[in-house]
């Protein structure tokens, strides 16, 4: 079965700090990898998604993650956060063999001090 | 605004009651997933629909059912509610079901 874990839970920043996230999700065969992002009180909206190619994965808002096949990893990177950057972010996976449902990991929530 | 609308956002029932939420996917979109956001399991799949058939069911409790209409709208029923229940409900939807999915507002359910 697919699982995603998250391995930060709160992450507290400065701003200009920079910032990385980690995600790592087992499965076995070709998935598709996505970040979402939950801003307080909001749905989730797309930050940037890996499906095939270039392993660095550049999103929206500056963020960009980079797929390691070999250490089944999707790690999300900006190099300096905003206060407008605090939001509970959202790793997921899905695959073929599983009708695409996504399955996500727990989140980290990042909060951005001015 | 992804493209994909809710009703309602919020909802605030009693034990035991029956509820619908209803989503619009994006226009052409055929396929529509709902999933439950609670703090205990966090996002979790509840079913997919493509096209007004099943694809996909996941952690769906037999007290809740959901269907797709022919004008691809979809509803989530939950019946017999319980405390338990509250959470937020989102729904998704993609073209034919393997793009990205692009998530509605969600519906807040508290059940008191």
């Known amino acids: 079965a697919q699982s995603v874990s998250q391995h930060n839970h709160h992450v507290i920043l400065s701003e200009a700090a920079s910032l990385e996230l980690g995600c790592n999700y087992s499965?076995?065969?070709?998935?598709?990898l996505f970040w979402y992002v939950q801003y307080p009180g909001q749905h989730l909206q797309l930050l940037l998604k890996?499906?095939?190619?270039?392993?660095l994965v550049k999103g929206i808002k500056g963020f960009e993650a980079e797929f390691i096949k070999s250490k089944f990893s999707f790690n999300l990177r900006k190099p300096s956060v905003q206060w407008s950057d605090t939001a509970e972010y959202f790793c997921?996976?899905?695959?073929?063999?599983?009708?695409?449902?996504?399955?996500f990991g727990s989140g980290t929530r990042l909060l951005v001090r001015p | 605004d992804s493209g994909v609308t809710q009703t309602p956002k919020h909802l605030i029932t009693a034990t035991g009651q029956r509820v619908t939420l209803r989503c619009s996917p994006r226009s052409g979109d055929l396929s529509v997933y709902w999933y439950q956001q609670s703090l205990d399991q966090g996002l979790q799949f509840l079913i997919q629909y493509y096209n007004g058939e099943e694809r996909a069911k996941g952690n769906i409790l037999e007290r809740f059912s959901a269907q797709q209409f022919p004008d691809l709208h979809s509803e989530l029923n939950l019946s017999s509610l319980e405390l338990g229940d509250s959470a937020l409900y989102f729904c998704a939807s993609s073209p034919r079901g393997k793009e990205t999915q692009y998530f509605g507002p969600g519906t807040r359910l508290l059940v008191l």
């Open positions: 499965y076995g065969g070709t998935v598709n």
């Open positions: 890996y499906f095939s190619g270039d392993p």
């Open positions: 997921a996976v899905n695959a073929h063999e599983s009708s695409y449902k996504l399955i």
